[in-house]
């Protein structure tokens, strides 16, 4: 099924490693001109002659996204390279596990103030798009307690929240906005590559706790992502869709 996206322009937080890099290879692969930032240049550097090794029409830039000046610019200056914006997705996390005050604020102004701070830029451009989309990437963590500490799981829940206010807001405007909440996703380099070497015991018991006998990879959340930026999604907006291979218990009404 074609979805649509050839042409379409994207922005994607972390796009050198994860699902960041999966959702930047899937987009492309659409078809999309997909614009992308992380912290490292080297990382930024070697994903970009990857990708456009294989015919990707990819850019990126060494960006800190708690830095919001930086993070700004570089939305406008986007904006301005691909002449114009389409598709927003906000996939960066501080991964701050943990109960400290620093773990907080490196939670509020990353996971959350980032994408709140990508939006407020963005918006004019999407309001210029004929399928504007928002997407943030939250994580199961936000709808049930579990190892990853307050401020982790308080922050994703609270950019579904804040997603869902968007959806409402910008709906009249043609400007859909979605969230994808990930499961235990394992790839190399990753959370749980590192707690599978230094923890085994708590990768054994949180593998254990999925149905499916396995975490899921990178590419299975960037199709979530990506088939909520296709414009064939046309009438989906203000939905989390959780993609966690039935991890999750609760019922979502």
């Known amino acids: 099924m074609d979805l649509q996206l050839g042409g379409r322009r994207a922005l994607v937080t972390g796009g050198t490693k994860g699902i960041g ?24 550097r070697a994903t970009v002659a990857e990708l456009s090794a294989s015919g990707a029409t990819v850019t990126g830039h060494a960006v800190d996204v708690a830095d919001g000046p930086a993070l700004t610019a ?12 389409d598709i927003v997705v906000c996939n960066v996390s501080a991964l701050a596990f943990g109960t400290t005050e620093e773990h907080w604020r490196s939670s509020f102004e990353v996971d959350l103030m980032h994408a709140v701070r990508i939006v407020d830029t963005a918006l004019p451009h999407l309001e210029r798009s004929e399928c ?25 829940a609270a950019l579904v929240h804040y997603t869902q206010g968007l959806a409402y807001r910008l709906a009249g405007k043609g400007i859909r906005a979605n969230t994808v909440s990930p499961g235990n996703t394992y790839f190399q380099g990753g959370v749980w590559h590192r707690i599978e070497d230094t923890n085994p ?11 499916t006998g396995r ?17 064939r999604a046309s009438f989906i907006t203000g939905t989390n869709l959780v993609a966690d291979g039935a991890l999750t218990r609760g019922v979502q009404l």
């Open 74 to 85: 570089w939305v406008e200056d986007t904006a301005r390279e691909l002449g114009g914006l």
């Open 21 to 44: 890099r999966a959702v930047v290879e899937a987009l492309a692969a659409e078809g999309a001109a997909v614009a992308f930032c992380a912290r490292s240049e080297a990382d930024v």
């Open 215 to 231: 975490m899921g990879t990178p590419e299975e959340m960037a199709y979530a992502v990506t088939m909520l930026a296709s414009p």
């Open 132 to 156: 504007g989309s928002i997407i943030t990437v939250s994580s199961v963590s936000a709808r049930e307690l579990d190892f990853t500490a307050p401020p982790y799981g308080a922050m994703k």
């Open 201 to 211: 015991e708590l990768f054994s018991e949180s593998l254990a706790l999925n149905p």
